[in-house]
């Protein structure tokens, strides 16, 4: 087990192109670290400069407190698992696995007690006789990972490990790896492009855009507490909606309804010295149709949505409806909308979803009533898109005892 410390790192290329600009970042001892965002953000690039696959170009990177800039990949005591298999197509699954432990020279007594006892954490004691060829996605992904647990390294970094299977096979091999790290307690890197697998596994994950970190933090404040627009629309799903809004008085105006204004979101809007226009937040679940809410709605507003359209998930339903005013525009959500191909749609005008109670009698087509949390409402600044929040209030001294 290990710590991993990137130091002010920038990876620059022959073009004058930056992957990865001046990234800090601590990785606690065993601790499992995702690094999530869009393709082209960096990730994949910062994890290869961690396993020496790639070279730094500024600062600096410490594996338990020494730094290894110049070490080769061999010597930093890393396995890494790639996207791709990988796994020689000839040798067996015992064979494969036992390769890197071959290639150290390890007594063939100690190889052989490896394998087994890492067979045996990946439920692949029944498979060391086959071939790579008659497995299946999922026990190829395994034999891949035991690759990479048998040697017994410091630090595990994963690059995208579970893209290449089916949606089902992705979530049960989400349990997997989890289950994996937290038996073995190893120091673990993990890319992804997938906020659902970042959100699920990680102890921490990082955001990233462009080159540059934007948040890290545990998923639970990433979504409740998302620094920026970026943040807060990549994290989630569906993701977040976003509304241009106006502060008038003591209310919210939004294009479908006026928001009475509580005491933390004025706080917000004083200590970000915003006045006029700004970009309020809401994620879909924290809608609901308005027959549905009993005692709760005095925490939220009511109005009237004509719904386009309607999914019916099982265990809930979205619903779509339309509002006057357009989209909100700018630089982070247009990144976005880039990395998931909204971008090349046709502008339809304001879009919003709603995600309601399976409960619901909503249809598509239909005018409806919908009830919105707004205490839930999340604020950004229309300029550069960070997040605008009061300050923690602290809580009073106490009273001096006699």
């Not at 080769?72 to 005591?77: F, I, N, T, V």
């Not at 997938?194 to 890290?216: F, K, Y």
């Given at each position: 087990?290990?710590?991993?410390?990137?130091?002010?790192?920038?990876?620059?290329?022959?073009?004058?192109?930056?992957?990865v600009?001046?990234?800090?970042?601590?990785v606690?001892?065993?601790?499992?670290?995702?690094?999530?965002?869009?393709?082209g953000?960096?990730?994949?690039?910062?994890?290869r400069?961690?396993?020496?696959?790639?070279?730094?170009?500024?600062?600096r990177?410490?594996?338990?407190g020494a730094?290894?800039?110049?070490?080769?990949p061999?010597?930093r005591?890393?396995?890494?698992?790639?996207?791709?298999?990988?796994?020689?197509?000839?040798?067996?699954?015992?064979?494969?696995?036992?390769?890197?432990?071959?290639?150290?020279?390890?007594?063939?007594?100690?190889?052989?007690?490896?394998?087994?006892?890492?067979?045996?954490?990946?439920?692949?004691?029944q498979?060391?006789?086959?071939?790579?060829?008659n497995?299946?996605?999922?026990?190829?992904?395994?034999?891949?990972?035991?690759?990479?647990?048998v040697r017994?390294?410091?630090?595990?970094?994963?690059?995208?490990?579970?893209?290449?299977?089916?949606?089902?096979?992705?979530?049960?091999?989400?349990?997997?790896?989890?289950?994996?790290?937290?038996?073995?307690?190893?120091?673990?890197?993990?890319?992804?492009?997938?906020?659902?697998?970042?959100?699920?596994?990680?102890d921490?994950?990082a955001?990233m855009?462009?080159?540059?970190?934007?948040?890290?933090?545990?998923?639970?404040?990433?979504?409740?507490?998302?620094?920026?627009l970026?943040?807060?629309?990549?994290?989630?799903?569906?993701?977040?909606?976003?509304?241009?809004?106006?502060?008038?008085?003591?209310?919210?105006?939004?294009?479908?309804?006026d928001?009475?204004?509580?005491?933390?979101?004025?706080?917000?809007?004083?200590?970000?010295?915003?006045?006029?226009?700004?970009?309020?937040?809401?994620?879909?679940?924290?809608?609901?149709?308005?027959?549905?809410?009993?005692?709760?709605?005095?925490?939220?507003?009511t109005?009237?949505?004509?719904?386009e359209?309607t999914?019916?998930?099982?265990?809930?339903?979205?619903?779509?409806?339309?509002?006057?005013?357009?989209?909100?525009?700018?630089?982070?959500?247009?990144?976005?909308?880039?990395?998931?191909?909204?971008?090349?749609?046709?502008?339809?005008?304001?879009?919003?979803?709603?995600?309601?109670?399976?409960?619901?009698?909503?249809?598509?087509?239909?005018?409806?009533?919908?009830?919105?949390?707004?205490?839930?409402i999340?604020?950004?600044?229309?300029?550069?898109?960070?997040a605008i929040?009061?300050?923690?209030?602290?809580?009073?001294?106490?009273?001096?005892?006699?």
């Amino acid at each position: 087990m290990a710590t991993i410390t990137l130091d002010d790192i920038t990876k620059r290329y022959d073009d004058g192109y930056e992957a990865v600009k001046h990234l800090d970042l601590e990785v606690a001892d065993a601790e499992f670290l995702i690094l999530v965002g869009p393709s082209g953000c960096g990730k994949s690039t910062a994890l290869r400069m961690i396993a020496g696959l790639e070279d730094i170009t500024d600062g600096r990177l410490l594996i338990d407190g020494a730094v290894v800039n110049d070490r080769a990949p061999k010597d930093r005591d890393i396995a890494m698992v790639f996207q791709s298999y990988a796994l020689y197509p000839h040798m067996t699954v015992g064979e494969n696995m036992a390769f890197p432990l071959k290639l150290a020279k390890l007594p063939q007594e100690e190889i052989d007690r490896r394998v087994a006892d890492t067979a045996k954490i990946l439920d692949l004691e029944q498979h060391l006789d086959r071939k790579p060829a008659n497995l299946s996605g999922g026990q190829r992904q395994r034999v891949a990972m035991g690759r990479a647990i048998v040697r017994s390294p410091s630090v595990f970094l994963m690059d995208e490990p579970l893209s290449n299977l089916d949606a089902k096979l992705r979530v049960q091999m989400r349990t997997e790896v989890s289950r994996i790290q937290s038996r073995l307690e190893t120091t673990t890197i993990y890319v992804t492009h997938d906020q659902t697998e970042a959100m699920t596994l990680g102890d921490r994950v990082a955001v990233m855009r462009a080159g540059i970190l934007q948040q890290v933090d545990t998923p639970k404040n990433l979504y409740e507490r998302p620094d920026n627009l970026f943040v807060a629309g990549f994290i989630g799903s569906p993701s977040m909606n976003f509304f241009l809004g106006t502060v008038e008085g003591d209310h919210l105006r939004l294009p479908f309804v006026d928001v009475p204004l509580d005491d933390a979101h004025r706080r917000a809007l004083e200590s970000g010295g915003i006045r006029g226009d700004i970009i309020v937040g809401i994620r879909p679940e924290h809608f609901e149709d308005a027959t549905l809410v009993g005692d709760q709605s005095v925490h939220g507003v009511t109005f009237d949505a004509p719904i386009e359209v309607t999914e019916s998930m099982g265990s809930e339903v979205y619903a779509y409806f339309a509002y006057e005013g357009g989209d909100v525009t700018h630089d982070e959500l247009a990144d976005l909308a880039a990395d998931t191909g909204a971008a090349d749609l046709p502008d339809t005008g304001g879009r919003a979803v709603a995600r309601l109670d399976a409960e619901t009698s909503i249809a598509h087509g239909s005018p409806a009533k919908l009830w919105m949390d707004s205490s839930r409402i999340q604020l950004f600044d229309p300029e550069d898109g960070r997040a605008i929040r009061a300050e923690a209030t602290s809580a009073p001294a106490a009273a001096p005892t006699a």
